[in-house]
Structures are given as structure tokens and as C-alpha cells.
């Protein structure tokens, strides 16, 4: 039997640990309660978890509870409108300029009449537009299929967060109509939409979503099941709107404290990619008024300080992470 004291502890849990404690206390920011469902979620969840490129886990606080993937679904849709369209096809679609305003704002480029970004509610659903199948059945189960790469296990969706969001939805919808008047997206516009609502409303863990980070940062490969869950070139494409555009009009602050290509949702979900070392994700629903989870900054804005992984840091050889 192992002696507790004979167990050496590893740095990197006690430093999640540390950050847990520090800030599971912190009340600021709010639910999302414009899905009415999301509204019912206990406030006080909180997990933090990290996987690294060769497998490790090292996990904190809540970390199997289950909540929607929300906007950071947006991130892996759009890698697979990049395989199945190609860079170009889609960027005659949407656009790669961050924004400054809402993730949910009802705005166009004036110009191209694009969505500004895939990131954004507008550009999302136009990217789920694109995804391809004989019909809604065939492309939902693709789409499935594609996540299931990500996190190594199958995923499914919950039907209550999704007949909130179907029935409440109605700025997205306003939305679907306005890229339809431009020729953004085709005439399907419910079947579009519920395709879009279903995958903000697949349900996964902070360990799931710590699974998917590390597999950007692997090039696109899962790091526990050594599948490809996204051809590697367009791992680039996925992490450069991620940093440019991941954290909607906060994106530029991000950029310049933490540093990293990142995506948050509104269920308090958020995934860092940290390239070639690790990915980590945070589940803490109090959200700021931006949407993103308020714990969820501190705590990356501690651990990018922390291992020195700004990415421009990073290049200059500052990076404290020795793998465990
Ligand atoms: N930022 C988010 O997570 C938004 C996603 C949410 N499903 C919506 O469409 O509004």
C-alpha cells in the first residue's frame, strides 16, 4: 500500500488546487438567463482541468458534472466546415475580423455582408449551414461523430437546454433571416437553426473539454485515443480565430494578459489551447458581462503568469511547464 507521504505530489495539481481554492469563493458575475435553463444551474460549480499532449490529466473541483457545450462548440464546427469546404469556400462566408461588440450581436460586415467571425453567433450559424449531409439526421449524427473524435467517447445532447434555446431564440433567428436576405445561408432556415441549437446543447464535462483543448494543441490529434479528429493544417485556421476572436469583445485584453487562442461559452465553459504542451478548460457558470466566466479568466490569467505561456513569452523560452 502506498503511504500518503511516499506520493509526490505533482506541481501542477497543487497549483490548480491552490487556484480552486483562491477563487471558489468569488461570487461576481451572473448566470445566462436569456436560455431560461441555463438560469437553473448551480452557481457555484467549479472545475479546472488540464491534459497535456501525451495524456496526462490533472483535474480539480467538479470536474465530471455535466453542462451544455455552448458557444465553444463553434470552435470544432467550424474545423469541420474547413475540411469539408476548404479555406476559401468558407471565407467567402464568414469573415476572421473580431468584432468589438456582442457575441450576439446582429451585425454585418457592410462591405461583404459576411459575419464578422466564426466565433460570433451570426457567423456560427452560418458556418452550421455548411455543414454537409442528406438531411437533418444525416448531419447531426456527422456532426456527433466529430466531437466524439475530440473527446474519445460519444456525447449527447440535452433536450431540455435545447427546447430552451429553440423556443427562446429568437435574436438568432433574427439573425438566420438577415444572412438569408443576403444569400449568406440558404432557405433551410429552421433546420439550420436547430442543427446550431443542438450543438450548443451537447452535454460535456470539464474533462471532456480538456481533452478537446489538448487535442488542438496536438495538432489535431486526441491525446488518450491517438485519433485525428481534425486534419492538422487547419489547426492553424481553428487557433488563430480562437485567439483573435474567442473571447468576443474581450478578445484584445485576453490577447495581451493571457495570450493564448481560447473560446468560452455561456454555460461558464473555457478551453485555452496552450500549442504543443496542454490543453485546459475551466467550467464556472458566473459569467461577466461580456459572457465569459468570470472565475474562468482569473484562473488563466493566473496559470498563463504562473508557467510564463503568453504566447510571446512562450517564444522567448519562458515557459516554466516541465510536464507535470
Ligand atoms: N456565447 C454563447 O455561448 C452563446 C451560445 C448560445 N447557444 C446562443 O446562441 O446564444
Given at each position: 500500500?502506498?503511504?500518503?507521504?511516499?506520493?509526490?505530489?505533482?506541481?501542477?495539481?497543487?497549483?490548480?488546487?491552490?487556484?480552486?481554492?483562491?477563487?471558489?469563493?468569488?461570487?461576481?458575475?451572473?448566470?445566462?438567463?436569456?436560455?431560461?435553463?441555463?438560469?437553473?444551474?448551480?452557481?457555484?460549480?467549479?472545475?479546472?482541468?488540464?491534459?497535456?499532449?501525451?495524456?496526462?490529466?490533472?483535474?480539480?473541483?467538479?470536474?465530471?458534472?455535466?453542462?451544455?457545450?455552448?458557444?465553444?462548440?463553434?470552435?470544432?464546427?467550424?474545423?469541420?466546415?474547413?475540411?469539408?469546404?476548404?479555406?476559401?469556400?468558407?471565407?467567402?462566408?464568414?469573415?476572421?475580423?473580431?468584432?468589438?461588440?456582442?457575441?450576439?450581436?446582429?451585425?454585418?460586415?457592410?462591405?461583404?455582408?459576411?459575419?464578422?467571425?466564426?466565433?460570433?453567433?451570426?457567423?456560427?450559424?452560418?458556418?452550421?449551414?455548411?455543414?454537409?449531409?442528406s438531411g437533418p439526421?444525416?448531419?447531426?449524427?456527422?456532426?456527433?461523430?466529430?466531437?466524439?473524435?475530440?473527446?474519445?467517447?460519444?456525447?449527447?445532447?440535452?433536450?431540455?437546454?435545447?427546447?430552451?434555446?429553440?423556443?427562446?431564440?429568437?435574436?438568432?433567428?433574427a439573425m438566420a433571416?438577415?444572412?438569408?436576405?443576403?444569400?449568406?445561408?440558404?432557405?433551410?432556415?429552421?433546420?439550420?437553426?436547430?442543427?446550431?441549437?443542438?450543438?450548443?446543447?451537447?452535454?460535456?464535462?470539464?474533462?471532456?473539454?480538456?481533452?478537446?483543448?489538448?487535442?488542438?494543441?496536438?495538432?489535431?490529434?486526441?491525446?488518450?485515443?491517438?485519433?485525428?479528429?481534425?486534419?492538422?493544417?487547419?489547426?492553424?485556421?481553428?487557433?488563430?480565430?480562437?485567439?483573435?476572436?474567442?473571447?468576443?469583445?474581450?478578445?484584445?485584453?485576453?490577447?495581451?494578459?493571457?495570450?493564448?487562442?481560447?473560446?468560452?461559452?455561456?454555460?461558464?465553459?473555457?478551453?485555452?489551447?496552450?500549442?504543443?504542451?496542454?490543453?485546459?478548460?475551466?467550467?464556472?457558470p458566473l459569467l461577466?458581462?461580456?459572457?465569459?466566466?468570470?472565475?474562468?479568466?482569473?484562473?488563466?490569467?493566473?496559470?498563463?503568469?504562473?508557467?510564463?505561456?503568453?504566447?510571446?513569452?512562450?517564444?522567448?523560452?519562458?515557459?516554466?511547464?516541465?510536464?507535470?
Amino acid at each position: 500500500m502506498i503511504n500518503e507521504s511516499e506520493v509526490i505530489r505533482s506541481p501542477l495539481l497543487s497549483v490548480l488546487q491552490e487556484l480552486h481554492e483562491k477563487y471558489q469563493h468569488l461570487q461576481e458575475g451572473k448566470l445566462a438567463n436569456y436560455i431560461p435553463e441555463l438560469a437553473k444551474v448551480n452557481p457555484d460549480l467549479f472545475s479546472i482541468c488540464v491534459m497535456t499532449i501525451d495524456g496526462q490529466i490533472f483535474t480539480v473541483g467538479d470536474y465530471q458534472h455535466l453542462f451544455t457545450i455552448q458557444s465553444i462548440s463553434k470552435v470544432f464546427v467550424y474545423g469541420m466546415a474547413l475540411e469539408e469546404h476548404g479555406r476559401d469556400a468558407v471565407l467567402k462566408k464568414v469573415g476572421v475580423e473580431p468584432t468589438g461588440d456582442a457575441f450576439n450581436s446582429i451585425v454585418l460586415d457592410e462591405m461583404s455582408k459576411r459575419p464578422y467571425n466564426p466565433m460570433v453567433n451570426a457567423g456560427a450559424i452560418a458556418i452550421t449551414s455548411l455543414i454537409k449531409g442528406s438531411g437533418p439526421t444525416e448531419r447531426l449524427n456527422r456532426m456527433l461523430d466529430m466531437f466524439r473524435r475530440y473527446i474519445g467517447h460519444d456525447i449527447f445532447i440535452d433536450i431540455s437546454v435545447f427546447m430552451s434555446e429553440r423556443t427562446t431564440g429568437h435574436r438568432n433567428r433574427a439573425m438566420a433571416h438577415l444572412m438569408l436576405n443576403f444569400g449568406m445561408i440558404d432557405h433551410k432556415i429552421e433546420e439550420v437553426l436547430d442543427l446550431y441549437f443542438q450543438q450548443c446543447s451537447l452535454m460535456v464535462n470539464c474533462q471532456d473539454l480538456a481533452v478537446m483543448a489538448a487535442t488542438l494543441a496536438n495538432n489535431g490529434i486526441n491525446p488518450v485515443t491517438g485519433e485525428q479528429a481534425v486534419k492538422s493544417d487547419y489547426v492553424r485556421d481553428i487557433l488563430s480565430v480562437m485567439y483573435t476572436c474567442g473571447m468576443y469583445n474581450f478578445a484584445g485584453e485576453w490577447a495581451y494578459k493571457v495570450g493564448l487562442p481560447a473560446k468560452s461559452g455561456v454555460s461558464g465553459g473555457l478551453i485555452v489551447v496552450v500549442p504543443n504542451k496542454m490543453g485546459i478548460a475551466v467550467f464556472s457558470p458566473l459569467l461577466d458581462q461580456r459572457g465569459n466566466s468570470v472565475r474562468g479568466v482569473k484562473v488563466c490569467e493566473e496559470l498563463s503568469q504562473i508557467y510564463g505561456l503568453h504566447i510571446f513569452d512562450y517564444l522567448r523560452g519562458s515557459c516554466k511547464f516541465n510536464g507535470n
